[in-house]
RNA sequence: GCCGAUGUGGCGAAAUGGCAGACGCAAGGGACUUAAAAUCCCUCGAGGGCAACCUCAUGUCGGUUCGAGUCCGACCAUCGGCACCA
């Protein structure tokens, strides 16, 4: 068989009859697989596009074959960084490339022979794509969800942009692994602590991995706390620390502000305000890096103020300090250096009081710094509690006073979504002299990203640089003003995809309710795990404000998610062109055709692992599909042969097996052991046609069943015997074959023989029996009574189909 | 430092607490062939024994259990995430 003209062959039919046009009128019925979708890169599909869309199609036309009305789009996520660096590097424009490597790679996605439906393609970049992720942005803006404000951000040095918490990995941008810095700016924010809580809570419902939810889990970060209120010695003046350790208050000896923390320069005594501005300009030209780096260090600077203990009233110092961060909390912290690492390595340093305020409950392990709950001494009238006893109290007392309250405190930040970058979606923001922050009106949508414009990258938005563009009447009372020139973030445009891909023509809307309703959530989500606390958790934000907003009625976006892992270059290491370890598909594909290539990935690695590349098994997964079809061909041949073999049932059995644990692992992803019950099978029709006399018609209806199963792995070849076999076009519209469960059971079944739990022999039984009949049969075994020689039997342990264990 | 995952033949990997290594790759032997390819058959965790068989083996050490790769505890190694979050 040449396998790559039959993916031609067929292929080209099977778009040409549209055959996985999605039923738009039997939505009950709907099955939304999506995977992730793609950056159009200008380079080939590699491996890792196979594994991620060739994999998933396994599943969506498994789903298809169990009658479901599968939803399967794809599209393009082509905002964004690459393609404008590269128009810097060569000169050609990102929204030429873009298109460009669209089309490019749009005919890859079709040859691969994947079961997209293509009707509902987008592209983020496209006016009637990006007119309704500003259509979003207002209406956060109109909610307040979507704000501005002035505040230190992560600033990447050579992509000359601000970028997201979630975007800093280890001090480093995620993209380009630039070092970091800290600024403040004045930049767009989405806000999405508003739906910490719920974010985190929605966790518990989701079919997701563990570890998936967990490291959300972590991203968001929840802490209960007390937020408690210190007033400044001789003044008015007060400010806020947050602690989840109210009950080591009595150990307070001083509080630190952080370096940006507002009462700073004001609090700040003559004596020391040098020391304190330089301070302050030090912290302020630390890098992330520096920061991390000099961890252990504890630095600080006295502002000369003293506040006011508020559990004892006892006068304390006031320092700044870098270690207290200002974006966490109140940007203020109570100094405990008897029960706070940091704190303590800190009083040392800078000589500050050290009082213990727990102890442990068995009086050892009483070196400080102690940061275990413990009992409360030194502590007044709260002495002798438990520190979690202790930690509620202290604080309800001093809310008494109003001087401190329970909070609960999330580590998560507000999305940052502003970028000084050409190749966004603007931001559809107008700022009037006279009305402020104006909203584009809807009708003025969208907000088009001029093409010429000046994008090499200096750190100013690109768009400030055109005038046509900066320069607008204000839409309120025409006063000339000025156009926001940054851009939204491209994780804006991937945060709501999935539901545009079901109307994905609307002009009217961006999605029409009752539909979207009917459609979502996405029941199976495939893409990699490097998303989980980025494009999943704002995608999971959007929904939510949506839900609010009164756009939609569901909660989650994603009721399901498989991550696949990642394969490797053969050296182990990341495929990259720095490692040279690159390995093309197309070698592949075009010497065994696409099904081939995708049963070797199907079965040469666990589809949730990876791992690395190598190719040893190709060959040997082409020799088994020409062995398929040898074994296919032959059985056709014999179709009318009346016979009978003692395999007869054998037969049955590894067709009612592979259809039972195949269909099962078509649904867990678990494609290396579908593959591996499908080998078996054809193993068993091979030894069955070297039977003499068989029944050639269960031998042809075998093969019937199986080609059904093996479909969703490898559509063209199973369509092209289909064909062969004379049956009627298509395979890809018939149904998953059911089996009998009276086949799963063979006649006779071998029990092992464990004597004391060590095996000892074998005997044949059979299947049929119960627990107490086996038991009596294995006693009653010649070969058994020979092993036992008389021992006394204590006792008998029968597990069906498996083992017997005699305890003597 | 904290959180999590993983650790099984020469290799990729299988195993609802129940015969460890399914299914393959590689390797070796054989059949067919003038020969090669293709195909088919056999062997294939380690050690011991003429043998039927025996002993040891799922990172290490303990534990629970009639029975542990699987459950529990401690440790080691690798990978991933977070990291001054008060």
């Known amino acids: 068989m040449n396998y790559t003209e039959i993916d031609k062959k067929w292929n080209t039919r099977w778009q040409a009859d549209a055959l996985y046009k999605f039923d738009k009128t039997k939505i009950e019925n709907k099955h939304y697989v999506l995977e992730m979708f793609s950056y159009p890169s200008g380079a080939k599909l590699h491996v890792g596009h196979w594994y991620n869309y060739g994999m998933a199609d396994i599943y969506a036309r498994y789903m298809r074959a169990q009658g479901k009305n599968v939803f399967h789009p794809m599209g393009f996520d082509a905002f964004g960084l690459p393609a404008e660096n590269y128009a810097i590097k060569t000169g050609v424009h990102p929204a030429d490339s873009t298109h460009k490597n669209i089309s490019i790679m749009e005919q890859q ?254 009086d050892s392990a009483d070196e400080l710094p102690y940061t275990e709950y413990g009992i409360m001494v030194n502590s007044g009238k709260f002495n002798g509690m438990t520190s979690e006893e202790g930690a509620i109290n202290v604080a309800k007392e001093l809310e008494k006073q109003g001087l401190g309250k329970l909070v609960t405190n999330y580590r998560l930040r507000d999305w940052l979504v502003s970028r000084q970058r050409y190749w966004g979606a603007p931001i559809p923001i107008v700022y009037c002299p006279h009305c402020g922050m104006v909203p584009v009106p809807e009708k003025d949508l969208p907000v088009l990203l001029p093409y010429d414009v000046e994008f090499t990258p200096d750190g100013a938005s690109p768009l400030a640089k055109h005038p046509e563009f900066s320069n607008v009447t204000c839409p309120i009372c025409g006063a000339p003003s000025k156009r926001e020139c940054d851009t939204l973030d491209t994780f804006v445009c991937s945060s709501w995809y999935f539901l545009r891909y079901p109307d994905n023509k609307n002009e009217d809307m961006p999605f029409d309710k009752q539909l979207i309703d009917r459609m979502l959530p996405v029941d199976k989500y495939v893409g990699g795990p490097e998303h989980a606390c980025t494009h999943l958790m704002y995608s999971r934000f959007f929904v939510k404000a949506l839900r609010d907003m009164g756009y939609l009625d569901f909660d989650e976006p994603f009721k399901s998610l498989v991550h696949q892992g990642v394969i490797l270059g053969p050296d182990g290491n990341r495929m990259s062109k720095s490692h040279g370890n690159v390995i093309s598909p197309d070698t592949y594909v075009s010497q065994y055709g696409s099904d081939i290539f995708r049963s070797y990935i199907a079965f040469a690695f666990k589809y949730i692992e990876g791992g690395p590349w190598k190719d040893e098994g190709v060959k040997a997964i ?187």
């Open 622 to 808: 082409a020799r088994w599909y020409d062995k398929v079809e040898r074994v296919v061909i032959d059985a056709y041949s014999t179709r009318n042969q009346q016979g009978n073999s003692p395999m007869d049932k054998e037969l049955k059995y590894y067709l009612a097996n592979t259809i039972k644990c195949v269909g099962q692992d078509y649904q867990d992803f678990s494609y290396n052991t579908a593959v591996a019950r499908m080998m078996e099978l054809v193993n068993t029709m091979a030894k069955y046609q070297a039977q003499a006399n068989y029944d050639g018609k269960l031998l042809f209806n075998t093969v019937l069943d199986f080609l059904r199963v093996l479909t969703p792995l490898a559509p063209h070849i199973c369509e092209e015997l289909w064909e062969q076999l004379g049956q009627e076009y298509s395979i890809c519209n018939q149904r998953f074959p059911s089996y009998n469960d009276r086949d799963l059971v063979m006649d006779t079944v071998e029990l092992a023989v464990q004597i004391n739990s060590k095996i000892k022999c074998r005997i044949n039984v059979d299947s049929n029996l119960s627990v107490k009949e086996i038991e009596t049969e294995c006693l009653k075994d010649a070969q058994v009574i020979q092993l036992l020689d008389g021992m006394n039997v204590k006792k008998v342990i029968v597990i069906p189909n498996r083992l017997i264990n005699i305890i003597v």
């Open 109 to 362: 996605l079709r040859d691969m022979g994947a079961s997209f439906d293509w009707d509902y393609e987008l592209a983020t970049c496209n006016p009637d794509y990006y007119k309704w992720t500003q259509w979003m942005f207002i209406q956060l803006f109109k909610h307040g969800l979507a704000y501005r404000k002035n505040a230190p951000v992560n600033w990447c040095t050579s992509c000359n942009t601000v970028l997201a918490n979630e975007q800093v990995i280890d001090g480093h941008c995620e993209r380009c692994g630039s070092e970091v810095l800290k600024k403040n700016l004045t930049q767009w924010f989405f806000k999405t602590t508003a739906y910490a809580q719920e974010l985190l809570d929605g966790l518990d419902k989701l079919d997701w991995p563990e570890k998936t939810k967990l490291m959300q889990k972590n991203w968001i970060g929840k802490s209960n706390g007390a937020e408690l209120v210190f007033k400044l010695y001789n003044s008015d003046e007060s400010f806020s620390v947050f602690t989840t350790r109210a009950d080591t208050l009595f150990g307070c000896s001083y509080a630190v502000l952080a370096p940006e923390h507002p009462l700073v320069n004001k609090i700040t005594t003559p004596q020391q305000r040098q020391a304190v501005e330089d301070y302050k300009l030090q912290a302020s030209k630390t890098t992330e890096i520096e920061r991390l780096s000099t961890a252990k260090e504890k630095t600080g600077v006295f502002t000369g103020a003293y506040a006011i203990n508020p559990i004892n009233g006892k006068k304390v110092q006031v320092w700044v300090g870098d270690y207290v961060l200002a974006t966490y909390g109140t940007g203020a912290i109570m100094g405990v250096p008897s029960h706070d690492e940091r704190d303590y390595i800190f009083a040392h340093k800078h000589n500050l009081d050290i009082v213990r305020v727990i102890k442990s409950a068995d």
